[in-house]
């Protein structure tokens, strides 16, 4: 398998931390962003399977208010989107000082925008639609909650919002669990598919609130992700792509939600 340079670091490099320091500064990046929310993800598995209700009569809100007033409700869903982008950040920051410029090494550099744009795109519609029959399907075998993909009022504020949801959540989870990651475990001396099998399965397990149907359909998806990264080295078409498959499905969610039985 071909790998692009920027992924190519030998683990005796000089000036590279060790592979204990690499393994710490991860789990402390984990432990602060997706690891947490995978360990809270199995506890609400447990939960959902210990309550007297079936999986599938359970329900999953992915975007809910926080507030009675709308304003407020708004300033903290700007907040929260804010702060939750914050470890892909720290991620960057401790790339860039061990693999500058860090944004090229995870290809989110802007230098292929068009590209970028249209492998994302691409990715978009060859996981989207796949994965809405898998849901589906999950939900009728009864191994998956019922996702509700939005809970927001119907506020002018509601699109935007979601929107940035969106981006939010394909800057956190692609940055970190793809770009951050993977170079990190190859720099630690693990094998391209080793790798990507473990990021792969991060990324089920902090879906894994949402029933056995999210955690294999996420996986799957990180897997191909997580392929297209090591062959091209760039995170960025998986931004676009996460994004996009984000907006369909939350702002779908919240037009089609009383027309369209099966969303409920």
Known sequence: MSTPTGLQTDPGTPGLPSRRTLGYEVLLVLG????????????????????????????????????????LDLTLQLVRIGLHVVP????????????????????????????????????????????????????????????????????????????????????????????????????????????IIASSVLRGAYHLYQGFGGFLGNIIMGLVFGWLYQRKGRVAPLIVAHTLLDVVAFIGYALLIDRVGFLS
């Open 32 to 71: 602060l962003s997706l690891g947490a929310s995978a360990i809270y993800s199995i506890i609400d598995i447990v939960a959902a399977l210990t309550a007297p209700e079936p999986l599938a009569e359970q329900t999953s809100a992915l975007n809910v208010s926080r507030a009675e007033r709308p304003y």
């Open 88 to 195: 892909a950040l720290l991620a960057i920051h401790f790339l860039s000082r061990t693999n500058a410029p860090a944004l090229r090494t995870i290809g989110l550099d802007g230098r292929r925008p068009v590209w970028d744009g249209g492998v994302g795109a691409g990715l978009a519609l060859l996981i989207g639609v796949p994965g809405l029959l898998f849901y589906l399907l999950s939900r009728e075998l009864g191994i998956n909650t019922t996702v509700v993909a939005t809970a927001l009022p119907e506020q002018w504020w509601q699109y935007p919002v979601l929107i940035l949801a969106a981006l939010q959540n394909a800057v956190l989870e692609e940055v970190i669990v793809v770009g951050y990651l993977l170079t990190r475990l190859r720099q630690r001396g693990w094998s391209p598919w080793r790798a």
